[in-house]
Nanobody, 123 residues
Framework: QVQLVESGGGLVQPGGSLRLSCAASARTFSSYAMGWFRQVPGKEREFVAAISSSRSRTYYADSVKGRFTIARDNAKRTVYLQMNSLRPEDTAVYYC????????????????WGQGTQVTVSS
């Protein structure tokens, strides 16, 4: 069992930055790939970014490539999402998730989910 707790969301102006954190409870954290997804009301939860367990590979949705950066610290059992140049369309609830195996891009590959943190980009 892996418990995930996100933090760092909030209200930011367009063009601003936020860093989300996701702390994991499991000692086996380093064996999981980690991902960030986001969801707005009435829409499917969509992939944002993922990082392999060894940190050697990262993946991004086209909509955030060049603006967002995913990173992890296995010693701290934490994954981060640095979000720069934020846009109103980035407004969503952001979820982190742990993936034991399978494609990084699909929700069904993720075994554990956090409760989410709200990010609002507005002037």
């Amino acid at each position: 069992q892996v418990q995930l707790v996100e933090s760092g969301g909030g209200l930011v102006q367009p063009g601003g930055s936020l860093r989300l954190s996701c702390a994991a409870s499991a000692r086996t954290f380093s064996s999981y790939a980690m991902g960030w997804f986001r969801q707005v009301p009435g829409k499917e939860r969509e992939f944002v970014a993922a990082i392999s367990s060894s940190r050697s590979r990262t993946y991004y949705a086209d909509s955030v490539k060049g603006r967002f950066t995913i990173a992890r610290d296995n010693a701290k059992r934490t994954v981060y999402l640095q979000m720069n140049s934020l846009r109103p369309e980035d407004t969503a609830v952001y979820y982190c998730a742990a993936n034991r195996s399978g494609s990084f891009y699909y929700r069904v590959s993720y075994n554990y989910w956090g409760q989410g943190t709200q990010v609002t980009v507005s002037s």
